[in-house]
């Protein structure tokens, strides 16, 4: 899909519908030389004492056959990552119930911080990352995964990810 760039004016081919953090907020580089702290595509453990998986939070786009992702962290307690870890590789594991977690991706296009936000974590099958729910609130965010954007919507975010641009209002 062809679009115009509301931030460059130019026409740019295959307009993205996910973009990833590629670790938690609280990760740092120092972190990978802590024997105690470990990162990997799907998985991080920082210092023994935080536990993150890696999931999409999938937003409705209502002009568009596809839903925009935005690939997010989201915390999980020490007994409900030993569970996701215990059935990582389990046929079936899309049974388990939600699991409680925090939003540990900041994402700044927002005009208030996403960390922290309250999360459920809902296990796919096995290969698949995990569908993030953010519990219902007034946030921007919450708002958008509830009630679904448009196309421009969209471009507007390719516009702020691919350029660095000021954040849409």
Not at 27 to 32: D, G, H, I, K
Not at 92 to 106: M, V
Request: net charge negative; proline share 11%.
């Amino acid at each position: 899909m062809e679009y115009v760039c509301a931030r460059c004016g130019e026409r740019h081919d295959g307009l993205p519908f996910a973009y990833d953090a590629p670790a938690p907020a609280i990760w740092t580089p120092e972190l990978a030389e802590d024997p105690n702290s470990e990162l990997d595509a799907e998985l991080c453990v920082v210092r023994d004492e935080h536990f993150f998986v890696h999931g999409r939070i999938q937003l409705p786009v209502h002009d568009h056959d596809q839903p925009f992702e935005w690939g997010v962290w989201t915390s999980l307690s020490e007994d409900s990552f030993k569970r996701t870890v215990d059935v990582w590789e389990i046929e079936g594991r899309e049974q388990e119930p939600p699991l409680f977690g925090w939003l540990s991706t900041e994402l700044p296009l927002y005009p208030v911080p996403t960390l922290g936000l309250a999360t459920d974590v809902r296990t796919r099958p096995v290969g698949e990352r995990p569908l993030i729910a953010l519990h219902p609130t007034d946030h921007p965010l919450a708002v958008e995964q509830r009630e679904g954007i448009t196309l421009a919507r969209v471009i507007e975010i390719a516009a702020f990810v691919l350029h660095d641009a000021d954040p849409p209002r």
